[in-house]
């Protein structure tokens, strides 16, 4: 088959408002051998887009931009929200802008009017494209080998052609439903460097501002579409919905001495958790991650040594946002909460003291160790329980000591910023790629942790703060959680201690289960803030601060 | 330009067009019949032709050759129709843009986007002289001058005036000599 046939198998909708341009490119995809439907109007186009959802859809959707009701950016949105179909945009608006607006909602190309032959003779290649992001076997044969048409023959082209057509126009029953569903919705794992980005293109806008068309562009990541963001933003307010309301539990520390002593779980395994026992409550307590698995899982990878070990947190250009933006907590905000020399230095972290402990002792908190904070609460429930359990497992396994105590050291470091002082952000770069982000500076520790670790804020200054930032609600909120999630991930594994399923079962991949976990868990209700499933939450808040070391 | 050699296309037949060419500034006449005495009256035709052609590329672009060569014998008239239809919407919005000019005065955001709209469809039959026009307008727009704009404006409609003239012109030119003079398409 030559390109000419395959292209007579593609089914093409062109939308424009302007008749003579509409005729002018059904003419000449007609010329190039396309099967061409015309609509004047995206609402129509998308009512006969969803009418053939099941059957003969379209393989390729070609758009002007500039189109009065619905315009072309709306249109696909709503296409890549609805369905896996390649776009094109097609005006005679050639400014920088729209065109890149045009990408970044996710077209597969802009193509500038008047447009010629040629340029419409291989679009057909985005067709074959899109349906390589699938798990489809003979269009990769096809793609992989580049002489794959010598030397094969007509077969296999008719295969690929075949599955195209197939795969756009019927529902791919062949192949497998799961497989090509998957294909065309393109499921998307939320990596803990593709939250982190997500976590902080959030902050950047703004919790209240961030909407998932600004997310993804500014996320810019390729196959990222607002649907996923849509669906992962809702997640994350329900999280912070739920980690705001339970800000008044009480939060037990994990300060078990031996974890502390032993510097214990900042191993491959990743970090552990602590709690900050804060009168005022800041939840936190993350605990598990998802999956518990914990070499495919995404947060052993996160938490791999490597990743701890490496300074670059984030890419640059995340530095750029957040170095925008203050994610310190404003001075005023501390109240009268004196800050100034820490009370503890580094020194303890190294030796290995329990640094949150003799904070805490110097605050009043009752808790101090994870046994007492177990203790604390007479009836765990099962949950909790075999959370407790885990945490113990954890507690008990050995690690690195510098790398844990440099992660406290991290911790207490950031604290330190989070009292406001933006100053101190810079010495704690570490490297050339960190960045002056609070969190982040959790990951630039490993080995330069002398250079890092400064003064300790008293942890009462840290409650203060956290308080009144989650009171306030303000941008700072996902930042302290963060926080305190990144806090509690130094000393838990990344074993999924709430045991969900997803994570049981070896290899959580998707997110959806651990949202859902969390959101199932009626987590402030029985006053078992600290063990709760939401606790999985936080971790992803730290999963910025992870970098993968990629 | 056109691509060269040109291949016929599939399903390409014989051609209307009395001119053929790569680009714009050549005129190619088709092959005369045998009839001696209709084909002075063809020459003639395809003299005022190509005449008109020459004269028309001040005013079309490469752009109308595309159009031109997406003739074939599904759709001969093809240039002619996308012409006509062109003339109608082009008619239509630049009444839009005179009611604008009245009606929301200094709303150049309004005037800038009838303009865009009008501008898009002289660029997909390669009306380049009535485009550059419809450019100059979104300019001054874009500079908020209302003299701009009004200036601009009558050039636009004298642009299209004349092209609307001209391009009539041509197809009939081409209709008459269409049957008499139908001839295959020179190969190039």
């Known amino acids: ?550 | 330009g056109l691509p060269s050699p040109r291949r016929p296309r599939a399903g390409t037949g014989t051609s209307h067009k009395l001119v053929r060419r790569r680009r714009c500034s050549s005129a190619r006449p088709a092959r005369p019949r045998r009839n001696s005495e209709s084909d002075a009256e063809l020459l003639k035709m395809m003299e005022s032709a190509c005449f008109l052609r020459h004269v028309l590329e001040g005013y079309l672009d490469e752009q109308f050759c595309q159009v031109e060569d997406l003739q074939d014998e599904a759709s001969p008239n093809f240039a002619e129709e996308v012409v006509t239809l062109f003339f109608k919407d082009s008619a239509r919005l630049i009444s839009n843009i005179e009611q604008a000019l009245e009606k929301y005065p200094k709303d150049f955001n309004r005037w800038d986007a009838y303009m865009q709209q009008l501008k898009g469809s002289c660029s997909s039959i390669g009306a380049s002289r009535m485009k550059s026009e419809c450019m100059s307008f979104r300019e001054y727009c874009g500079q908020g001058s209302v003299d701009g704009c009004m200036k601009s404006f009558q050039k636009v409609k004298r642009e299209h005036t004349a092209l609307r003239q001209k391009l009539e012109a041509y197809f009939q030119l081409l209709r008459q000599a269409g049957p008499a003079g139908a001839a295959p398409r020179p190969a190039k």
């Not at chain 1, 329980?385 to 954890?394: A, K, P």
Request: include cysteine; charged fraction near 20%; proline fraction near 3%.
């Open chain 1, 1 to 550: 088959m030559d390109v000419d046939e395959f292209r007579a198998k593609l089914h093409v909708l062109a939308v424009d408002d302007d008749r003579v341009s509409l005729m002018l490119i059904e003419k000449q995809l007609r010329h190039c051998r396309y099967n061409v439907t015309t609509v004047m109007h995206a609402e129509t186009a998308l009512e006969m887009l969803r009418a053939r959802r099941d059957a003969d859809q379209f393989d390729l959707v070609i758009t002007d931009v500039h189109m009065p009701g619905m315009d072309g950016f709306k249109f696909l949105e709503l296409i890549g929200l609805e369905m896996d179909i390649p776009v094109i945009m097609l005006s005679a608006n050639d400014t920088l802008e729209t065109m890149m607006k045009g990408i970044k909602h996710g077209a597969l190309n802009y193509l500038v009017k008047p447009v010629g032959l040629e340029q419409l003779k291989n679009l057909w290649i985005h067709v074959v494209a899109k349906h390589m992001d699938g798990p489809s076997n003979s269009i990769n044969n096809y793609s992989d080998d580049g002489h794959h048409q010598p030397r094969s023959g007509d077969s296999e082209d008719e295969n690929v052609a075949n599955h195209t057509s197939m795969s756009s126009r019927k529902k791919k029953k062949e192949d497998g439903t799961r497989e090509d569903k998957e294909a065309k919705r393109q499921r998307i794992q939320w990596s803990g460097q593709l939250h982190r980005l997500f976590v902080e293109v959030v902050h950047q806008l703004g919790i209240d501002k961030a909407v998932p068309k600004k997310i993804v562009e500014m996320m810019n990541v390729e196959g990222l579409t607002r649907d996923h963001v849509a669906s992962h933003l809702q997640k994350y307010r329900l999280f912070l919905k739920k980690v705001s309301t339970g800000a008044y539990r009480r939060c037990n520390p994990f300060t078990d001495e031996t974890v502390w002593s032993e510097g214990n779980s900042i191993n491959t395994h990743g970090l552990g958790t602590f709690g900050h026992n804060l009168e005022h409550g800041i939840y936190h307590s993350s605990i598990s991650f998802a999956g518990s698995s914990n070499s495919s899982d995404r947060f052993a990878r996160m938490n791999s040594a490597a990743a701890i070990g490496t300074h670059s947190m984030l890419p640059t250009h995340s530095v750029q946002l957040m170095n925008q933006r203050n994610l310190s907590i404003p001075l005023k905000d501390m109240g009268s909460v004196g800050y100034g020399t820490p009370s503890n230095s580094s020194a303890n972290i190294r030796n290995g003291s329990p640094l949150l402990a003799a904070s805490m002792e110097a605050t009043n908190y009752p808790y101090r160790s994870y046994a007492s904070l177990c203790m604390s609460d007479p009836y765990p429930s099962d949950g909790n329980r075999r959370r407790i359990n885990r945490l113990s497992r954890l507690a008990a396994s050995s690690g690195q000591n510098s790398e844990f105590q440099n992660q406290t050291a991290a911790l207490t470091r950031t604290t330190t910023q989070m009292a406001g002082i933006t100053e101190q952000m810079a010495p704690f770069n570490i490297g050339s790629n960190t960045n002056s982000i609070v969190m982040t500076n959790y990951n630039s520790v490993p080995g330069d942790a002398s250079s890092v670790i400064s003064d300790l804020p008293s942890i009462q200054m840290y409650r203060d703060v956290m308080e009144s930032q989650i009171v306030s609600g303000g941008d700072g909120s996902g930042s302290l959680l963060g926080h305190q999630a990144a806090a509690d991930q130094l000393n838990y594994n990344n074993e999924s201690l709430i045991g969900t399923s997803s994570g049981q079962n070896g290899h959580s991949d998707d997110l959806d289960d651990f949202f859902s976990d969390c959101l199932n868990q009626d987590v402030f209700k029985n006053g078992d803030a600290f063990m709760d499933g939401d606790c999985e939450f936080a971790p992803f808040f730290l999963t910025f601060l992870f970098d993968k070391g990629n």
